[in-house]
């Protein structure tokens, strides 16, 4: 049974959402589940906007079939080549073998490299500023290379000034048959997906999403229908804004959290006595998360948004405590910039953390690495706690410089 819904003139998403799969490529958990859009425009000739994950493939073609009724399919726009939106295509070429595949130079070597076929004979290549005509609606092409992967383009509709952003824009979680960022509370329920998404997928191309927002900046653009979560037809400045920040790395909040590892509760113990004191000194939303039980996408996420970041680590093998080194060496993958970072070092015979984690910073763009850094021996102790105090009010100053 279809499943559609109608987005504006002649366009519509035939998309689905999942709530089975665990983990997002394979790496990312996804408790509140995830859903991938696909749109098709309707006009005298039709046209599907990218396709969905293999998960969701079955609700995909029953949608798919029932827009079409009796029409072929002319084309196919492929704006992002990544399997989560292109596992149809080979259903697709022997269902409909006069359709013509539209993407650009590079997204025809990743279909031959994902499906094992020669595509050459379907393949429509575009470059920036290319359209295409389907009648009333004139698609353009805008490259975008690196959001997330280099074959990425996104495509304007002139007729609508419907952005198909490909992978920009996106969340996690499945949706709730609510499409559009207008009928939820986007910011109370929805900001933290969007960010833990952009962060996780996009995150270290902050370069690059700049580029696509400059271009986007040139559309006369009404409504942006990414391939994840919601589509945006009111207030688009409110997602712009928080885009415009994460590719600047700029922080979207003054505040602080604190990551601990901890292998005998010493490391998280100074974890929590910094919060309370920081707390006690007016510092609001303090977090705390145990890099051992936490998610590492939201711990990831949380980088993003915050600006003072403390982390407090045991010694272990002469390394960064296990997840902890996990999430330092991500945040470096991440390209993580322009941050107050704090070091807790512990170590019961030879304490090493600290100067491997601020090897890890100092290799970083922007990181002011705060001071005192604070080395523990297996529990605080007086002097310890003192240098704990001296870090907080190190940080309510700075807070208040920003
Ligand atoms: Fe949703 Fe980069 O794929």
Redesign the pocket.
């Known amino acids: 049974m279809h499943n559609v819904h109608a987005i504006c003139d002649d366009t519509y998403w035939i998309g689905a959402s999942d709530r089975r799969l665990a983990l997002f490529e394979n790496t990312y958990h996804i408790p509140q589940g995830m859903a991938y859009n696909s749109y098709v425009i309707l006009d005298e000739k039709t046209c599907l906007l990218d396709g969905v994950d293999d998960v969701v493939a079955s609700q995909f073609s029953e949608n798919l079939d029932y827009m079409l009724g009796d029409r072929t399919l002319d084309y196919m726009v492929i704006n ?1 080549m ?1 399997p ?2 292109c596992a149809e295509i080979p259903w697709l070429v022997k269902k409909f073998p006069n359709i013509k595949l539209v993407g650009t130079a590079k997204t025809f070597d990743f279909i031959r490299q994902f499906h094992n076929f020669d595509p050459e004979p379907y393949a429509l290549k575009v470059t920036e500023g290319d359209t295409l005509e389907l009648g009333k609606h004139i698609l353009q092409f805008v490259t975008a290379p690196m959001v ?2 280099p074959e990425v383009m996104v495509t304007f509709d002139l007729a609508t000034g419907t952005l198909f952003s490909a ?1 920009a824009f ?1 969340e996690f979680g499945a949706l709730g048959g609510n499409l559009f960022a207008d009928e939820v509370n986007w910011e109370r329920d929805w900001l933290d997906q969007s960010r833990s998404y952009y962060a996780n ?1 996009v995150g270290k191309y902050g370069m690059q999403v700049n580029n696509l927002l400059k271009k986007a900046a040139a559309l006369p653009i009404n409504r942006i229908c990414p ?2 979560g919601h589509i945006w037809r009111k207030d688009l400045d409110v997602i712009r804004s928080k885009y415009a920040q994460w590719a600047s790395f700029e922080p979207e909040e003054k505040s602080v959290v604190i990551y601990y590892g901890t292998i005998y509760g010493g490391t998280g113990q100074a974890a929590d006595i910094l919060a309370g004191l920081l707390a006690q000194q007016g510092v609001r939303d303090v977090r705390v998360y145990n890099t051992a039980t936490a998610d590492l996408a939201t711990m990831v996420s949380e980088a993003f948004r915050a600006s003072h970041l403390v982390f407090a680590s045991s010694t272990q093998n002469m390394e960064i405590f296990d997840a902890m080194r996990t999430l330092v060496l991500d945040l470096r993958a991440h390209a993580m910039q322009k941050r107050h970072v704090a070091l807790i070092e512990n170590g019961s015979w030879a304490p090493q953390s600290g100067k491997l984690m601020r090897e890890q910073f100092e290799a970083m763009k922007n990181i002011t690495i705060m001071e005192p850094s604070i080395c523990i021996r297996s529990r605080l102790d007086d002097e310890t706690l003192q240098q704990i105090t001296v870090l907080a009010e190190a940080i309510v100053t700075s807070l208040g410089e920003e």
Do not use: A, R, S, V
């Open positions: 992002h990544e989560d939106h997330h992967w992978d996106g997928i391939l994840h």
